[in-house]
């Protein structure tokens, strides 16, 4: 199994900034998706944005376009989540995982969860925005 390690989250104002970064053991982005994946008290886990390490390609929740960036640092095994103007509603628990690529990155990120697709989670990161 990979594992992951998660960090970077906090405590930011409304439009403040936070970058998260999810370590990855081994070699791990030829054949697996690195997912961001958040859930607050009282909701279900959503797919915030995924990254291919295969092919680079990404996806993003319509409630982050625009305001937050995936990227991979193959060298590194790490996939960071830049978070920019950070509102309330982002407040949650940030989890990164990894799921073998049998799709497109899209739907292994909005449905990937429900059915069973990541095998892998790091510990997840607190992400509060108030204030």
């Known amino acids: 199994q990979v594992q992951l390690v998660e960090s970077g989250g906090g405590l930011v104002q409304p439009g403040g900034s936070l970058r998260l970064s999810c370590a990855a053991s081994?070699?791990?982005?030829?054949?697996?998706?690195i997912g961001w994946f958040r859930q607050a008290p009282g909701k279900e886990r959503e797919g915030v944005s995924c990254?291919?390490?295969?092919?680079?390609?990404?996806y993003y929740a319509d409630s982050v376009k625009g305001r937050f960036t995936i990227s991979r640092d193959n060298a590194k095994n790490t996939v960071i989540l830049q978070m920019n103007s950070l509102k309330p509603e982002d407040t949650a628990v940030y989890y990164c995982?990894?799921?073998?690529?049998?799709?497109?990155?899209?739907?292994?990120?909005?449905?990937?969860?429900?059915?069973?697709?990541?095998?892998?989670w790091g510990q997840g990161t607190q992400v509060t925005v108030s204030s």
């Open positions: 990254i291919s390490g295969s092919d680079g390609s990404t």
């Open positions: 081994g070699s791990v982005f030829r054949i697996n998706v």
């Open positions: 995982a990894a799921g073998r690529r049998i799709t497109t990155v899209q739907p292994m990120c909005v449905i990937g969860v429900g059915k069973g697709l990541f095998g892998s």
